[in-house]
Every structure is written in structure tokens, then in C-alpha cells.
């Protein structure tokens, strides 16, 4: 079972959202406890929290958004929602062009690919490090480049990267949140270096990770967090710590989002 706070991670919605969702009967949690009240979800509920998530990108209100979700193994019934949206959406093409592509993406998906894309998930150990750290909080997640301007700005200039160099962002939330989330970022270094005003150099102990690789844009991170959330079920590990993205390649090196490489890692421990 899985705690709505970890759940919030894996999902990417907030406590909030997940607890408005089980008023209305969208998601309701697996089991609450009677004696504390805690919520728990299971991993298979994953992939209706990201049918969810994809169907709100899409522009499909909450009542629509159910609506589809009790019929959502009827691929015509589903093809039918999906083009009376795009029609919809075609007339303010230049405000919701991305949502646009998402609907094409998906409509011609339908009879070809109606799973999850899999990832290999592996059981690693990310070793001991000295690393740069710089933590704050950024007004929402795809703000946190300003923190690597920021550790560039402040001691770039004088950092020795280690090989490899674990270039990574620790979110420390509790849960998934739209705005205020709280980040830290590390680059591994060599040699030794006295703190900044706001970048701190330090030991990270070794730790053990559920890893899963993929190349492309950051959109794909919800199908690589349900894969490693079943992985983690399955094989009888629980979540130990705040998950944290290994940037191999990113934007600021590639501009192009089909050629990042990421690797998501979430620290587990034997249950």
C-alpha cells in the first residue's frame, strides 16, 4: 500500500487534488485507516490517477473526466469523446496547441498501443558523493533552471565536475504541489571548496534507488513513475527518502526535448 503523500509524488497531484478526487468519487483510496485516518492507495491505482492527469490535460472537465473513466475499455466510445473534443479545441488552436497535440497523439493510439509504455526499472546503489547543493523554493517545478543559474552565478566559475558528475534535483514535498515546491540540486564535484552565500558543499551517504531511464521530454514522467511504482510493489521494496531526477542530458546542453535523458530514481528499502 502506498501512503497519499508518496502516492502524491508517483501521481503528480497534489494532497489536495487526491482528496478532492475522493469526494467526488473519482479516485477514492484502497484502504483508510480507521484508527488514524491515513489514506492508502494501491499501485494498480496509478494508472487511473494517470488517465486522470492526462485526460484534465486535455481539457476534459471533472464530471466529462468520469464519465470516460466508466468507459474507458470501449475504444469507439472513446474515439468519440476524444474527436468531439479536438473539434472543440481546433476553433482556439493558437491558445491550446499543446493540448491539441496531446489529443492527436492519443487518438491515433487507439488499437495500437492502449497500455502504459514500460520501463526497465534496476535496484541500484548511487555511491557516495561531494557534491554542490543548493536548496530552495521556486514558485513551480518547471522553474527550477533559476537554481542552476543561481549555483553557476555563485561558484561555477571554480568547480572541478566530478565523472561522473550526478547532475540531480531532490524535491523534498511531501506530495506533489502546483506552486512554492521545495527543490535542491547537486552536482557532484572533486576537490574541496567553502560555502557560498547560498551553495553549501557537502557528503551525500550512498543510496540505495528504484531507477528507470527514459529519453525524451519531461511529459513522460508520469508513465515512468507508474512503472516504477509497480516495480517497487511487486518486488516487496518501500519508499526511503525524496525521489530525485539524474539530468544525463537536459536542456541545458540539448534543445531539443526528444534527445534528454533522464533517469528518475525513488530511494527504497527492503519492507
Known amino acids: 500500500m502506498i501512503r497519499i503523500g508518496d502516492f502524491s509524488k508517483l501521481s503528480r497531484i497534489s494532497i489536495r487534488m487526491l482528496r478532492h478526487y475522493n ?10 485507516d480507521d484508527f488514524t485516518g491515513y489514506r492508502y492507495y494501491s499501485a494498480t491505482q496509478l494508472t487511473i490517477a ?7 490535460g ?15 475499455d470501449d475504444a469507439e466510445s472513446l474515439r468519440k469523446f476524444l474527436l468531439i473534443q ?9 491558445v ?7 489529443l492527436h497523439n492519443t487518438i ?9 509504455m514500460n520501463y526497465d526499472v534496476i535496484l541500484k546503489e548511487i555511491p557516495e558523493r561531494y557534491v554542490a547543493s543548493l536548496r530552495d523554493t521556486i514558485p513551480a517545478y518547471d522553474q527550477e533552471g533559476q537554481l542552476w543559474s543561481r549555483l553557476q552565478k555563485e561558484a561555477g566559475d571554480h568547480l572541478r565536475i566530478s565523472n561522473p558528475c550526478y547532475s540531480l534535483a531532490i524535491f523534498h514535498d ?16 572533486t576537490g574541496a571548496y567553502k560555502d557560498t552565500e547560498h551553495v553549501r558543499f557537502k557528503k551525500v551517504s550512498p543510496i540505495t534507488v528504484a531507477s528507470a531511464m527514459f529519453t525524451g521530454s519531461y511529459a513522460l514522467l508520469n508513465e515512468v513513475n507508474v512503472s516504477i511504482a509497480n516495480w517497487i510493489s511487486d ?18 546542453t540539448e534543445p531539443d526535448p526528444d534527445h534528454w535523458i533522464t533517469e528518475v530514481c525513488y530511494p527504497v528499502k527492503n519492507s
Not at 58 to 72: A, C, D, K, V
Not at 96 to 102: M, S
Not at 179 to 189: G, N, P, Y
Not at 236 to 250: A, K, Q, R, T
Request: glycine residues 10%; proline residues 3%; hydrophobic residues 35%.
Open 23 to 32: 469526494e467526488l468519487g473519482l479516485l477514492i483510496p484502497d484502504h483508510i
Open 50 to 56: 494517470n488517465r486522470i492527469q492526462v485526460l484534465k
Open 58 to 72: 486535455m481539457g476534459f472537465s471533472i464530471p466529462t473526466i468520469g464519465q470516460i473513466l466508466r468507459e474507458y
Open 86 to 94: 479536438y473539434t472543440q479545441m481546433k476553433e482556439e488552436e493558437e
Open 96 to 102: 491550446i496547441q499543446k493540448k491539441l497535440a496531446l
Open 108 to 116: 491515433q493510439r487507439i488499437g495500437k498501443d492502449r497500455g502504459i
Open 174 to 189: 511531501e506530495g506533489y504541489k502546483d506552486s512554492d515546491v521545495d527543490v535542491e540540486i547537486q552536482l557532484t564535484v
Open 235 to 252: 518486488n516487496g521494496y518501500e519508499y526511503d527518502g525524496s525521489m530525485f531526477n539524474i539530468y544525463h542530458v537536459g536542456p541545458a
